[in-house]
Every structure is written in C-alpha cells, then in structure tokens.
C-alpha cells in the first residue's frame, strides 16, 4: 500500500471510531441530565472527541 493511502486509511478509520465515540458520550450525558444528575464535563468531553473526529476524517481527504 502506497504511502498515503495507508496515512488516509489509518487517518479516516481513527477519525470515524472517534466520531462515533464522541457521538456515545454525548448521549451518555444526556442521559444523565434526564436523570439529575452531574454531566457538563460528560458532554464537553464528548463534544471534543466527536469535533476531533471529524477533524481528521476531513483532514484524511487530502491524503486520499
């Protein structure tokens, strides 16, 4: 496998585990909310993970 193509396939399958990771905390913390319970830390963890995700998904398109 070429160079970039294994960066790209590397780089795009991270960034889609941690999307779908990010996207898991999030409703794991609202979750929480409906329950009373603490989950601002939850959710911005969640929202970080998920944006950085999606960064290197983007980013992975160039090396494509």
Known sequence: MKKNKKRW???SVAGLLLTG???SICIHAGVEKLGGEE???TGTLGLVIF???LS???DGARYR
Request: net charge neutral; no cysteine; hydrophobic share 60%.
């Open 39 to 41: 989950w601002f830390y």
């Open 9 to 11: 396939f590397i780089q």
């Open 51 to 53: 944006q950085a995700g």
């Open 56 to 58: 290197l998904v983007i």
């Open 21 to 23: 990771s990010g996207l």
